[in-house]
């Protein structure tokens, strides 16, 4: 489990094209990336974070294969 400031584990918000979403765990941001629900360039913000931040740059947070992706319904 990754922790956030002050030792607290990631509350991770999702921004996409102006609307927020969250919190979620990492364990979840990873899973809706593996889901194809959330994508490599939304942005992401969490406590100790200066500013929204893409999350293919939040440490932790694994991109899936291309083939392993799944399509949305």
């Known amino acids: 489990m990754f922790y956030g400031f002050f030792g607290h584990p990631m509350q991770i918000y999702i921004n996409r094209d102006g609307q927020q979403f969250g919190p979620f765990t990492l364990d979840q941001v990873n899973q ?5 629900q959330l994508l ?14 893409p999350l293919v740059q939040i440490q932790g947070v694994v991109l899936p294969e291309p083939d392993q992706v799944a399509l949305p319904v």
């Open 32 to 36: 809706g990336l593996a889901a194809g």
């Open 40 to 53: 490599p360039n939304d942005f992401a913000f969490y406590e100790g974070l200066q500013q929204w931040t």
